[in-house]
Every structure is written in C-alpha cells, then in structure tokens.
C-alpha cells in the first residue's frame, strides 16, 4: 500500500494513511504516549504505563511477515493511529491484526479506516485469515470488527474475545 489520503467527514479533515517505516519507533511511542491508560490496558490486556525501547522496536518491526499503517489526521503532526498485521510463522495463510487510535481521535472513523485499508492488503499479501485478541470489555473494537470482518467467529479465553475471519 502507498500512501492514501481520505476527507473524513466527522473529524472534517483530510487523514492521512501510509505504510510505517521499519523501526520507526518514535512514530510507535508518540501514539502510545496518546493512549490513556484505560486505553493501554484495552489495547495490550494489562496496565502498561510505558514502552520498553525492545516492545517499541517489535511494534515498529515492519517486514516479510509483519506490515503497520499509521494514519495522521489533518495538519497534527502526531500520529491517530496503527494498524498492525503479523503473519502466522507456522500457518503463513494466517495472520494476527491488531489496532490502536489516539484517545482524542477514538469513535471519529480512524480505526475502520485502517483496520478496512489493513485487510485489504492481507488480501493482497495472500493472506485467508485474520485473528485478532480484543478485551472482553474493549467494545468499540469489538463491535469494529464484527462490522468489518464477515462471518467472524467469536471465543473467550482467559478475560479476552478471540476473534477469526476468512477473508
């Protein structure tokens, strides 16, 4: 995917979607700097008050079987969000997407836009399958991606949603 950029009505602003560059760890830590604690705990099932510099450097690994997009909103020069897709190294049909959107920008379209540009370049990388692991109590993403992903199936686990689609 290059870079893409769509008017989004509710914000009013043009956003801004493009691939992250491999090892772009500050573009990684400004966003997490952007999560509010309740939604670092959302998005990584534990309190986590900040990044150790080897978590950033795994976020931002960017590769063969890994691709981020980040989106910026507008002239704000921090980023609105990640998308991430990591391949299955046993099953590479198969891969884990995950997602993330600043607090400032949550419930404005951010994380559809992504996770929506995310899979189709699953698709384009042959990829038949996505799992994701969501928080039982994470409904904004949960209710996105059973709007997104057709015919997901749906199991808990230990506090989390465990989430599978054919795509």
Known sequence: MHTRATHNRKLGKLVTVRPLENGDTQTVTALFARLSDASRTSR?????????????????????????????????????????????????????????????????????LLVDMLLADARAAGIRRVDALVEISNRPALSLLH????????????????????L
Request: glycine share 8%; net charge negative.
């Open 44 to 112: 990584f099932h534990a309190a986590k008050p900040r990044l150790t510099d080897r978590e950033a450097g795994i976020l931002a690994e960017v590769g063969p079987n890994s691709h981020v997009l980040v989106a910026h909103v507008g002239t704000d020069p921090l980023p609105a969000g990640l998308a991430r897709l990591a391949r299955d190294r046993s099953d590479p049909g198969t891969a884990e997407i995950a997602f993330e959107v600043a607090d400032c920008y949550q419930r404005a379209g951010i994380g559809s």
């Open 147 to 166: 709007r997104i992903l057709d015919h997901a199936t749906t199991r808990f686990e230990d506090g989390v949603t465990c989430i599978s689609a054919a």
